[in-house]
């Protein structure tokens, strides 16, 4: 079972950036393909980004392409998300989420293809 501790969330103006971290309490996070997600209030969680095992290789929803940063360093069992240029519908609970699967394409993001979830941390953007 590995835990997901997601941190860094917190509110900010419209334009600036926060970078999100997520780290894993199983020593051998690069097992894991690892992913974004986020849930606005009275909608569907929804896919953000997606980083490979060894972080070659990033996804990203048209919506925050551009902006938003994966990266992820195994030897400190950490992901982060570096999020520019924030809008207010970027305000969101954001999650990340654990993949056991061996293969990054098709692109894997629906909730259901995940098996281990973060408990979440509260981005705010206003205008």
């Known amino acids: 079972q590995v835990q997901l501790v997601e941190s860094g969330g917190g509110s900010v103006q419209a334009g600036g950036s926060l970078r999100l971290s997520c780290t894993a309490s199983?020593?051998?996070?690069?097992?894991?393909?690892m992913g974004w997600f986020r849930q606005a209030p009275r909608k569907e969680r929804e896919f953000v980004a997606r980083i490979s095992r060894s972080g070659d290789t990033t996804f990203y929803a048209d919506s925050v392409k551009g902006r938003f940063t994966a990266s992820r360093d195994n030897a400190k069992n950490t992901v982060y998300l570096q999020m520019n240029s924030l809008k207010p519908e970027d305000t969101a609970v954001y999650y990340c989420?654990?993949?056991?699967?061996?293969?990054?394409?098709?692109?894997?993001?629906?909730?259901?293809?995940?098996?281990?979830w973060g408990q979440g941390t509260q981005v705010t953007v206003s205008s």
């Open positions: 989420a654990a993949d056991l699967a061996f293969f990054d394409t098709p692109l894997r993001a629906r909730t259901t293809q995940y098996n281990y």
């Open positions: 199983e020593r051998t996070l690069s097992n894991y393909a």
